[in-house]
């Protein structure tokens, strides 16, 4: 069912927006979601007989685990507009680091994104927690290329993505496929492309949060068994040539259909 608690999801936005996708579902030729969790939100939007799942992917050839000294204890990614940073969940997830310090005094935090107005607030949050010292802000332009991007994650000892909605979660998938074991909200899609549930917080607390990365970042051997199953489950099911391939014969169809 459409959740209208969840910020910027369909049931909470305007009249005239709802009708323009609704429109546009219901003239589409084929549906594609990045989830099942999306799928089934369409789906109850507009009944559509080609309401097809095809994962996002990513490049599994550039993100990939590499040998690497950890610099990070935790790493988070999105841009950090106002909405985004409170739908991403990074107020929790600052939050959650004044636990994980009264274990780990030295780790370090750092949020990956371009600032586009919303990185002020968490840096005012850090200042008011007294983690500043701890915290680190790194924009995507800070990186010239990918392989550069894909080389500091590998530089991180956990993945975070504490969001209240995600229809699929690429930075996410990035992190997996370079082996670092990941920690997800069990909202929207997120348990869905994770598929563990060892790695999912059931309760929306920076507190539960926090235990689940005390946990991971106290068993070397527990992060080294989740992260082989992140990178696997990455290049199994998330990589690039896997989207193509289902996407081959659906843009064939649509071409078909055309003529």
Known sequence: MIDPTIPGT???????WRQHV???LRNATILLSPSEWLRKQASEIVRHPRNLLVYNGVDT???????????YAVVACGLQTPGAILIKGMPELIES??????????????????????????????RRLGLDKNVDFVNYSD??????????????QVYVQFSRCEAFGVAMVEAMACG?????SSRTAL????GCDEMIVLQYAPKELANKIISILSDN????????????????????????????????EVTDSRL
């Open 10 to 16: 369909f049931a909470n936005r305007e009249w005239h």
């Open 22 to 24: 609704k429109f546009n």
């Open 61 to 71: 050839s550039v993100f990939k685990p590499l040998p690497s000294q950890k610099k």
């Open 97 to 126: 680091f004044v636990y994980v310090l009264r274990e780990f005094p030295h780790a370090r935090l750092v949020l990956v994104g371009d600032d586009l107005g919303g990185r002020a607030y968490l840096i005012s949050m850090t």
């Open 143 to 156: 990186f010239e290329t990918t392989a550069d991007y894909a080389r500091f994650l590998n530089m991180c």
């Open 180 to 184: 670092l074991p990941v920690i997800a």
């Open 191 to 194: 348990p869905e492309i994770v």
């Open 221 to 252: 051997e527990c992060a080294r068994r989740l992260g082989e199953y992140c990178a696997s489950r990455a290049r199994e099911r998330f990589s690039k040539e896997i989207r193509k391939e289902k996407l081959g014969p659906v843009f064939e």
